[in-house]
T-cell receptor
Framework: AQRVTQPEKLLSVFKGAPVELKCNYS??????LFWYVQYSRQRLQLLLRHISRESIKGFTADLNKGETSFHLKKPFAQEEDSAMYYC??????????FGAGTTVTVRA | NAGVTQTPKFRVLKTGQSMTLLCAQD?????MYWYRQDPGMGLRLIHYSVGEGTTAKGEVPDGYNVSRLKKQNFLLGLESAAPSQTSVYFC??????????????FGEGSRLTVL
């Protein structure tokens, strides 16, 4: 069965500290990996996708196919990074599943 | 450009009542999805559609029905609401041109409370 795991429900860091959100997946085939973010009182939106190899708002995500992980990282967290983050493998079977999400709080 | 629009945004129901949530998208997307978001459970897929006139079950379809009579609209119905259906519901859509690389576009959410 396809499964995506975000082991941390809550993550609290100080401003300026590094932050890493873990995501492990178990999927048949080679799914594309995405991270979505939901800021307070806003709709869910795409943060970044692996295929684009991009850095958005200082975040990067490393795909490790051997460990089937797609962890999200930022070296220096900012208060505006406080949000809910979802890891989402997208496969060709149309069903798009999400992890349980990680709530990040960045404290001043 | 409205993107994905959900109505209503808030609704309170009594147990046993019925209601329909409407999702409309103006991006000509083929694929549409309904999710529910619950604390500690994340986003769970209820039903989805890969085109006009087609629907399929997701992870948690029980108690819900859907219809996709028009390409731009995806309706989620609760025939007999239960307190366990208290949740925030999100609709999303995406293009079919890149099946597994295209991003999902979400609505603002509909908060449903069943008393």
């Amino acid at each position: 069965a396809q499964r995506v795991t975000q082991p941390e429900k809550l993550l609290s860091v100080f401003k300026g500290a590094p932050v890493e959100l873990k995501c492990n997946y178990s999927y048949s085939g080679s799914p594309e990996l995405f991270w979505y973010v939901q800021y307070s009182r806003q709709r869910l939106q795409l943060l970044l996708r692996h295929i684009s190899r991009e850095s958005i708002k200082g975040f990067t995500a490393d795909l490790n196919k051997g460990e089937t992980s797609f962890h999200l990282k930022k070296p220096f967290a900012q208060e505006e990074d406080s949000a809910m983050y979802y890891c989402a493998p997208h496969s060709n079977d149309y069903k798009l599943s999400f992890g349980a999400g990680t709530t990040v709080t960045v404290r001043a | 450009n409205a993107g994905v629009t959900q109505t209503p945004k808030f609704r309170v129901l009594k147990t046993g009542q019925s209601m329909t949530l409407l999702c409309a998208q103006d991006m000509n997307h083929e694929y549409m999805y309904w999710y529910r978001q619950d604390p500690g459970m994340g986003l769970r897929l209820i039903h989805y559609s890969v085109g006009e006139g087609t629907t399929a079950k997701g992870e948690v379809p029980d108690g819900y029905n859907v219809s996709r009579l028009k390409k731009q609209n995806f309706l989620l119905g609760l025939e007999s609401a239960a307190p366990s259906q208290t949740s925030v519901y999100f609709c999303a859509s995406r293009t079919s041109e890149r099946p597994n690389t295209g991003e999902l576009f979400f609505g603002e959410g509909s908060r449903l409370t069943v008393l």
